[in-house]
């Protein structure tokens, strides 16, 4: 079973910038074959989708959101996932979470919904103050 472990979480100011970690284990397929997400989920709110990247291409997608100032990047060496967040605001405090599915590269980019992702970390807080 995929193992994700999130890291690097913490108390920041707004406008300041955070580097989130997943490190990734116990692939069943091959690592190529993973969609890789980051999502939030904020107290009383759904969980919401932030970046996905798929490992064979490397492509990268983002909600409107977070886009121009968050980047989703891979070290396929140590099989770890980065989610870079500058410009960070207060309406990105939450709990971040790390995600894996095996599927398509079309998948990837087409399904970035919370309930298609198998696998998931335990979560590391992220609060902005204003």
């Known amino acids: 079973q995929v193992q994700l472990v999130e890291s690097g979480g913490g108390s920041v100011q707004a406008g300041g910038s955070l580097r989130l970690s997943c490190a990734a284990s116990?692939?069943?397929?091959?690592?190529?074959?993973?969609?890789m997400g980051w999502f939030r989920q904020a107290p009383g709110k759904e969980r919401e989708w932030v970046a996905s990247i798929y490992i064979g291409s490397g492509s990268t997608y983002y909600a409107d959101s977070v886009k121009g100032r968050f980047t989703m990047s891979q070290d396929n060496v140590k099989d770890t996932l980065y989610l870079q967040m500058n410009s960070l605001k207060p309406e990105d405090t939450a709990m971040y979470y790390c995600?894996?599915?095996?599927?398509?590269?079309?998948?990837?980019?087409?399904?970035?919904?919370?309930?298609?992702?198998?696998?998931w970390g335990q979560g590391t807080q992220v609060t902005v103050s204003s």
């Open positions: 116990q692939f069943t397929y091959s690592y190529s074959m993973y969609c």
């Open positions: 995600a894996a599915d095996p599927r398509t590269m079309r998948s990837c980019s087409a399904y970035p919904d919370p309930e298609r992702f198998a696998y």
